[in-house]
Structures are given as C-alpha cells and as structure tokens.
C-alpha cells in the first residue's frame, strides 16, 4: 500500500520536473516579451519581470508589425479551408468508389514527400511570371497545394474507418449521395476533420521558407517578420519574444478549444494504408 | 400482383459470379426469407434489390416498375442491416426519425409515427439514448424501428439477429414475426439459419452458388425437398443419408443397405420405384423418423431395425440417439427415456413412409 503510493509520488514528481522543463522555454519567451530592456540582459537573470510591461506589444502594433500575425491568419486560415474541402471530397471519392484505382492513394501522399526547398526557386519564377508574388493569393495557393496530398490521405484514413452500412442504410433512407457525405460522412469523420485541419493550419502558419522568398513587403507573414529582428549589430529580443508569442497565441488558443478532437483524431484510423 | 418480381438476374463481382439468374416472385405481403450457406448470394440478391448493388443482367420490378436504374432512395425500400448501422452521434429518436426527415415528413407526423413503432418495439423509454447506451437486443430493436417507421413498399432484413446471443435471438424471431403479422408489409429477409427460415417464413427462397435451389412453404420444403441439397440444409439436426441400392422383388420395393439389411419401401411407392431397380440411391431419413419400437404391432410403412447406439445427445425434451446402419453413422430423435446410456440394444421402428430417396448422381430427389 505504502509501497504504492510511494511510487505514485515519485512517478508524479518525475512527470511534473519534464513538463517544467519542456515548458520553460515558453515560460522563459512569454517573461522576455513583458520585461524591460535591463531585466532581459540582467544578470543573474530575473526569473520574472517586475511588472507586467506591455511596451513591446505596443511598439508592435504601432510600427504595424503586428499586422504580420494577421497576414498569416488569413493565409493560414484561408488555406486550410480549401484544403479541407478539396481534400476530404477527394478522400471521399478516393475510400468509397476507389477512384484511379489501387495507387492514386499513395501517388498523392508521395506529392507531399517533396523537400520543399527543391521547388522553392521554381516556384518563385513560375510566381514572378504570374505576378503572384508578395500576394496572399500566391501564398494561399501554394499552401492549399502543399496541404492537399496530407488532407487527402488522413480524411481517406478516417473515411474509411466509417461502416459503410451507415451510408448504405442512410442512402436507402432517402438521402442523395451528397446529403450522405453532409449528413453522415462528416459528421462520423468529426474528430479527424479537425485533428487534420489543426495540422494544416499549423504547417501553413509555421512556414517560412516560401513565405521567405514570395513575399516583400505586402503579405509578410509573421515567421517572416521575426528574422527582421536579429540585426547585424543586435538582437531586438524584446520584439523577437513579444512577436513569438503573439505567433504562438492562435495556436494555443485553438489547440485548446479543440483538444478532444485533437487527441482522439489522432488515435482513430490515422494510420489506414 | 406481384410486389417484387425478379427476372432472370445476374451479378458479378469482377470474376465471381454472385448471383447467377434468378427469377423471383414475391406477393404483396408476403415474408420470404432468402435462405443458404454463407457465399451463396443471398446477401447480393437482397442489395441488388435494394439498390445497393447494380444488376448486371435481368430486371427489378417494385410494384409493376422496373427499377434497375433508380437509385436506392427511390426505390421506396426500407432495410435492416446486419450490424444495427445506426449513427452513433444521434439518439435514439433522431435515428428512428432519419428516415422521415430525409423524406420531409411533416414534424408532427415524425413525432407521432416515431413514438408509435417505438410503443411497438418496446424502446419508448430509450428514445432520448445514444447508441452507446444500449444493449445488443435495444440495438436490433432500434433499427427494426428505423425500418418499419416508414411505409415502405418493401422491407428488407439482412441478416439482422446474426449478432445476437441465441437466447435474444429467439425472442426477436418472435417480434419480427408478430411485427409482419400487424403490419401485413411486404418484407424479405436474409439468413443462413435455417431454423430461422422455417419458422419465419411464409415462404423459403432456398439458394445454392447464386441460384435457386428450390422454393416455396417451409413445410412444403422439408416435407418435399427437391434435392439433397434441400433436404439436408433444412432440419436440426439434419437429414441422415446412406448409401443403397433400389431393389425391386415381384410384390415391392426395397432398400439394401451396403452392410446387406434391407429395408422394404412401402407399397404405395412401388409404381414409382418398380422400374429404377437396380439403381443406386441415397436413401433419406430424418432423425424424427426413426422412433423407439414398441414391443408389438408396428404402423404401416415402419420396419423394425435393432441398434446398438453408440452416442446419446440429451436435451431435455428429446434425446438424439446416434447408431451406424449401412455403414454411416445414423441420429434418431428418441423420447428422453426410450435409451438410458450408450451400448444399449434398442429396438427401433423407421418409418420408410417419409423417407426420401436421392439419385447420387443428379442429386435429385426421385421419391
């Protein structure tokens, strides 16, 4: 019994150390962005700021930088959108009526085995041509395309893990083929929808490389925006940590609102070949 | 009229040929269960009505109309299947209601129609319950409620009690029968139980490799088999066959066994059988055939035949008492305590009246 608890004790302690360790960093980036300049170079470091200072978010939003965050929302956010319609209609066809046969399926994920550096140049000439370049179509696009191949095959993972008795019978029932796919099929596949549209959504909002090379100064994304803080001379940490955690809160926020579908989608059917 | 007729269909699936020409007439009303071994197409044939499934060859007609083309939803089907296919993220009342909405029945019709096959099928305390919360037997009832909430032309059962514990499914075999009974619906079921066939059945569809081995009244089936097929598939425990030969003597007809005992065939069958003798046969006897002799004066038609049993299977109300004859290992349904332990001689009388005689080279019942 003694015995039991003891290691209870112990294995909490263990899990409660590893998870300060790995959240520190947070920790240590949110402090930074609330510190003033003294304390971020204080040595011995200070553990927390004096107060609470909001001047780096301020210089942010009034130099506009903070627009950048905005930028990528609507990128990211417009990308993963289309994807997710795109690809899940795709996945449907692909499970239900195995459209282009056997290895249509893998030909579409091996799209996503790309290293995207390879394309990058390409695709910035094949940008400069359409004059898509520094556009939030451009980059909407192109995220749309590198996110299908990924869509396509967690939501035809998922789509296949469905009975599909459940649609027969709702076919029977008197249901197009379509209010099957509205009215069954998303509904079933709920949680692997937003598990695989919080993926898309992270890989568009975390991209830099090509968010680096197709834009200049119009649709900046926030990746891009926080290399413009490390100088020559010096290193604005202050705006480098307040601009990080502004980048971060999206994902936090809608991670945290979304969390059961996260866990469970990623536990259910992810892995159908 | 004929609510469904069938004409000449056939299906294949890539290089299988699932269903191979069948014709099929079933009558407004009528419950025909679809009955044969796993494999058999039965499940197909079911589908391809359904709409499920596309006829390859040959015509549907619902109600006079063919309907090889129309999707399923116009079909006016109803359809249990065999894993309930209920959706899990609606209740219960959502589920039995689905099939009205996807119809735009009126509200007030929806509530009122669900709440009365619920009140028929014994879940109106469950209407508020997910899927999860329910037991095997809720399940099936939920979905048999899905079905029979819509008026329909035609009811479909694919193999609904397959995943019920025996106990439930003997219960449910009850309630469906009783459910056909007050609705007086069109239904075809799907089984590969055969007891559920006979007692379901207004009438059997027995099917072999994608045909139509035989149908009709299921007692008329047992009774009257076509082929050994038939007469083995239907009757728990099956049909004994032993090999024989017909022999044919002045006055009648008899068996002979391999093992030389000959049993005389009664004389109402000699005009039919007079002219195969010589003929290799298989003869046919079920276990309620063969009975414990009494000490004198035997029916007509019966023939006296001492056993030595070799296996006894009680089950309360009968025992099935198991002895060779003719070199093939033959099951008697006793009386509980006409044999009390395996060794014992009994004296059994077999009534030859009801047996069936098989041509081993057609498999066809010759008498």
Redesign the interface.
Same mark, same amino acid.
């Given at each position: 019994m003694r015995r039991r608890r003891l290691s209870t004790v112990l294995r909490t302690a263990a899990a409660v150390l590893l998870t300060m360790l790995f959240l520190f960093p947070i920790y240590w980036l949110f402090m930074i962005s609330f510190k003033t300049a003294e304390e971020i170079f204080a040595f011995p470091p200070k553990w927390w700021p004096s107060r609470i200072g909001l001047g780096s978010y301020a210089v942010l939003f009034k130099d506009g930088d903070a627009t950048t965050v905005a930028n990528s929302l609507v990128i990211a956010g417009a990308s993963t959108l289309i994807a997710m319609f795109l690809g899940t209609l795709a996945a449907y066809s692909l499970a239900r009526w195995r459209t282009g046969g056997e290895h249509l399926a893998n030909w579409i994920i091996s799209q996503r085995m790309v290293p995207p550096i390879a394309v990058v140049f390409p695709i910035f000439l094949l940008y400069v041509f359409l004059g898509w370049v520094d556009t939030r179509v451009g980059l909407i696009l192109l995220y749309t395309a590198f996110n299908l191949p990924y869509v396509i095959w967690m939501m035809r993972g998922y789509i296949l893990d469905i009975p599909r008795a459940l649609e027969e019978a709702a076919l029977v029932d008197g249901l197009t083929p379509w209010q099957v796919l509205w009215q069954v099929v998303l509904p079933m596949s709920r949680a692997g929808l937003f598990a695989t549209a919080i993926f898309t959504f992270v890989f568009a909002w975390n991209e830099f490389i090509f968010a680096l090379v197709l834009t200049r100064t119009e649709v900046t994304t926030y990746t891009v925006q926080v290399t413009h803080y490390f100088g020559g001379q010096s290193n604005f940490w202050a705006k480098i940590s307040a601009m990080s955690v502004l980048g971060t809160l999206p994902i936090f926020i809608v991670v945290g609102f979304l969390q059961k579908y996260l866990v469970r989608g990623i536990s259910m059917g992810a892995v159908k070949g | 009229m004929a609510d469904l007729r069938i004409k000449g269909l056939h299906k294949y699936y890539g290089s299988v040929h699932a269903v191979r020409g069948v014709d099929l007439e079933i009558a407004a009303g009528e419950f025909t269960v679809l009955v044969g071994q796993s494999g058999c197409g039965k499940s197909t044939l079911l589908r391809t009505i359904?709409?499920?499934e596309d006829a390859d060859e040959g015509t549907i007609e619902i109600g006079g109309e063919v309907v090889n083309d129309e @999707? @399923?939803?116009r079909r006016d089907?109803?359809?249990v299947?065999?894993?309930y296919?209920l959706? @899990?993220?609606l209740t219960v009342y959502d589920n039995i209601a689905?099939?009205l909405r996807?119809?735009r029945t009126p509200a007030g019709e929806i509530n009122a129609k669900v709440r009365q096959a619920a009140g028929m099928l014994a879940i109106d305390h469950l209407l508020d319950r997910f899927p999860r919360q329910l037991s095997g037997g809720q399940l099936q009832r939920v979905a048999i409620g899905?079905a029979v909430v819509?008026s329909a032309r035609l009811y479909l059962f694919d193999e609904p009690l397959s995943n019920l514990d025996a106990q439930l499914r003997d219960e449910m075999r009850g309630e469906i029968k009783r459910l056909h009974q007050e609705l007086g619906k069109t239904m075809i079921y799907v089984t590969h139980d055969q007891i559920e066939a006979m007692t379901m059945a207004d009438r059997i569809v027995l099917l072999r490799d994608g045909r139509i081995e035989q149908q009709g009244a299921p007692l008329e089936l047992y009774e009257r088999p076509a082929t050994r097929y038939v007469a083995g598939f239907l009757g728990s425990p099956p049909m004994n066959f032993i090999q024989a030969e017909l022999l044919g003597d002045g006055g009648g007809v008899a068996v002979r066994l391999t093992d030389g005992t000959t049993l005389p065939l009664p004389a109402s069958r000699t005009p039919r059988l007079a002219p195969l003798a010589g003929q290799p046969v298989v003869l046919g006897l079920r276990p309620e055939h063969i009975a414990r002799a009494p000490a004198a004066g035997l029916r007509a038609g019966q023939v006296r035949h001492t056993a030595r049993i070799d296996l006894l299977l009680p089950t309360g109300a009968r025992t099935y008492a198991t002895f060779a004859l003719g070199g093939a290992p033959v099951v008697a349904e006793l009386q509980a305590h006409d044999v009390s332990k395996t060794g014992e001689q009994l004296e059994l009388a077999i009534d030859m009246n009801r047996s069936v005689l098989i041509d081993p080279t057609t498999d066809h019942v010759i008498a």
């Open positions: - | 359904a709409g499920l @999707p @399923p939803r089907i109803a359809m299947f065999q894993n296919a959706y @899990p993220y689905f099939g996807a119809r899905r819509r």
